[in-house]
């Protein structure tokens, strides 16, 4: 049985930071590329970044490009994201994905797994 279950989200301050982590079992990790979506109220989900499979390459939305940086760690079966100078408009929950691939996926139906999610609240 595959998981994917994210922690690390929370209420932060504007300008704040926050560690997502996103602990997964059940499929052989190294072999997925993974990345991280979110979906605010009323709004589509999103990509906000990705990562292959070794790290080699990765993907950011512009929205979050300098403040966020995704990363894995193969042996732990884990993916996080740093998320720093945090915003308003980055409120919303957050999820990881994992795609039966090598390289970046970037789309929501590119991805074969997804966690539950974690809320992430801006306060002003």
């Known amino acids: 049985q595959v998981q994917l279950v994210e922690s690390g989200g929370g209420l932060v301050q504007a300008g704040g930071s926050l560690r997502l982590s996103c602990a997964v079992s059940?499929?052989?990790?190294?072999?997925?590329?993974m990345g991280w979506f979110r979906q605010a109220p009323g709004k589509e989900r999103e990509s906000v970044a990705a990562?292959?499979?070794?790290?080699?390459?990765?993907y950011y939305a512009d929205s979050v490009k300098g403040r966020f940086t995704i990363s894995r760690d193969n042996a732990k079966k884990t993916l996080y994201l740093q998320m720093n100078s945090l915003q308003p408009e980055d409120s919303a929950v957050y999820y990881c994905?994992?795609?039966?691939?090598?390289?970046?996926?970037?789309?929501?139906?590119?991805?074969?797994?997804w966690g539950q999610g974690t809320q992430v609240t801006l306060s002003s």
């Open positions: 059940g499929l052989t990790f190294s072999r997925y590329a």
């Open positions: 990562i292959s499979w070794n790290s080699d390459n990765t």
């Open positions: 994905a994992a795609a039966r691939s090598w390289g970046l996926r970037l789309g929501v139906g590119q991805y074969d797994y």
